[in-house]
């Protein structure tokens, strides 16, 4: 079943104002990645998480993996119409077992 | 150009008549899988398969089938469709494994009667 919780499930944001979306594990991750799909898209691979702590970053967005290896959130600073789209999660807790959070959708408004 | 291809991209089907969904990649990746979209739910696995003849059931795998004959092509095949089936397919392919970046198809929308 399902084992990364993923919230909020909506944000809707002015334009310019910061978003994040959080994802937490009942069990120790072995990595995590991120997904963003547009409006009527497919999941495009945007970030992957290996190490306990880590943090990247990419532009305006900030990844990061909390030191237990069980949570991590996306920030994405001054957000722009282009962000409007769904932020997955997308956690392995072993060789073949990887779980997609429930995802978070994001509207900026203009 | 490096892509997932999907076929049909929308379907719509009735109760009982056998359908398959054909997922295909060009990047020569071992590790191909299955997901259903569906809201509020995010993305489910349905079968995934870590190299040609070698496949194994998801979260989801009740009512689906998969075949891993070729290392490309890894069609589903939904024997006999029900209407909680009804939901947006995503096929998707990685070089060796989940732990590594999943390259996802355009979707299939699939509507069951």
């Known amino acids: 079943g399902q084992q990364v919780m993923q919230i909020p499930q909506y944000q809707h944001v002015q334009e310019g104002e910061d978003f994040t979306t959080y994802c937490n594990s009942s069990?120790?991750?072995?990595?995590i990645q991120w997904y963003k799909q547009r409006p009527g898209g497919h999941p495009v691979f945007l970030i992957q998480l290996v190490k306990s702590g880590e943090v990247k970053k990419q532009k305006r967005l900030t990844f990061q993996f909390g030191e237990a290896k069980k949570n991590s959130s996306l920030h994405i600073t001054a957000t722009q119409t282009t962000d409007v789209g769904t932020y997955f999660c997308a956690g392995q807790t072993g060789a073949n077992n990887l779980f997609f959070g429930t995802g978070t959708r994001l509207t900026v408004i203009p | 150009e490096a892509q997932v291809t999907q076929n049909p991209r929308y379907l719509i089907t009735v109760t009982g008549k056998k359908l398959t969904v054909t997922c295909s990649q060009n990047?020569?990746?071992?590790?191909m899988s299955w997901y259903r979209q569906d809201p509020g739910l995010g993305l489910r696995q349905i079968y995934y398969?870590?190299?040609?003849?070698?496949?194994d059931k998801g979260d989801v795998p009740e009512g689906y089938k998969v075949s891993r004959k070729e290392k490309r092509n890894f069609p589903l095949i939904l024997e006999s469709p029900s209407p909680n089936q009804t939901s947006l397919y995503f096929c998707?392919?990685?070089?060796?494994?989940?732990?590594?970046?999943?390259?996802f198809g355009p979707g299939t929308r699939l509507l069951v009667l």
């Open positions: 998707a392919s990685s070089p060796a494994g989940q732990g590594q970046t999943q390259y």
């Open positions: 398969s870590m190299n040609v003849e070698v496949t």
């Open positions: 990047m020569n990746h071992e590790y």
């Open positions: 069990t120790t991750l072995s990595n």
